[in-house]
């Protein structure tokens, strides 16, 4: 008898660049849960970051392209890049779970603790729950030793459910932001961002690095 296919990983975000957090963190998660597969799905609109428009999909797509070579069970969705207006999870996630047929392995939906804590305020929540049980990796300041006390603050007798979906990860604090102003000023890159993403980055004069030659998407 053949053994039924692990979860599928949904993992979002802006990656405006994707760090080292970004690419491999869901693939550790992937290992502690036995996935099958990580779906990566870069934002179009995120309605919660609507201050600031985001890098180009193109070299958003690019950079996590070459962040996540080598692993065989991660891909992008461009779901959200090619729906027009604010991307919400819900959406994003009802439309894979229709794709991939009745038959797909379970969905589970891999976030950071502060939106673990900020969960209810999602767009239908409890629909998006049932359809992709949330994974959680641990961000500074929620620590895992102060995650069960913020737990109950957030959703009050459910921190044992909550404390459950946490995942034994190191914890990276990695800000965009930061990234962006250390290739800016020519900092060092390494402890934030891998070579492949970092040649990426150089080659095109993104985020006010000078321009090589081959830029994309100019």
């Known amino acids: 008898m053949s053994q039924n296919p692990g979860p599928i990983i949904l993992f979002g975000g802006t990656f405006d660049p994707p760090h080292r957090g970004h690419v491999e963190l869901p693939a550790r998660a992937a290992d502690l849960v036995g996935a099958s597969k990580v779906l990566f799905?870069?934002?179009?609109?995120?309605?919660?970051?609507t201050t600031h428009p985001p890098t180009e999909a193109i070299?958003?797509?690019?950079m996590l392209e070459a962040g996540i070579t080598g692993d065989p069970r991660a891909s992008i969705s461009r779901l959200e890049l090619e729906r027009s207006g604010p991307s919400y999870t819900v959406d994003t996630v009802t439309a894979l779970d229709a794709a991939l047929?009745?038959?797909h392995p379970p969905m589970r939906l891999l976030i950071g603790a502060d939106q673990a804590l900020n969960f209810r305020t999602w767009r239908r929540w409890q629909e998006l729950e049932a359809l992709?049980?949330?994974?959680?990796?641990?961000?500074?300041?929620?620590?895992?030793?102060?995650?069960?006390?913020?737990?109950?603050?957030?959703?009050p007798g459910e921190a044992g459910k909550w404390m459950g979906r946490?995942?034994?990860?190191?914890?990276?604090?990695?800000?965009?932001?930061?990234?962006?102003?250390?290739?800016?000023?020519?900092?060092?890159?390494?402890?934030?961002?891998?070579?492949p993403i970092i040649d990426y980055i150089l080659e095109n004069g993104l985020y006010g690095a000078p321009p090589r030659q081959g830029r994309i998407g100019t």
């Open 132 to 155: 992709a049980e949330p994974l959680v990796m641990p961000r500074a300041p929620h620590t895992i030793d102060r995650l069960e006390e913020r737990f109950e603050e957030a959703h």
């Open 166 to 195: 946490v995942l034994d990860l190191p914890e990276v604090d990695i800000c965009s932001t930061t990234i962006r102003e250390a290739v800016r000023t020519g900092s060092d890159l390494e402890t934030m961002l891998t070579k």
């Open 59 to 62: 070299h958003r797509v690019a």
């Open 41 to 49: 799905i870069p934002t179009g609109v995120n309605p919660q970051k």
């Open 101 to 103: 047929g009745p038959e």
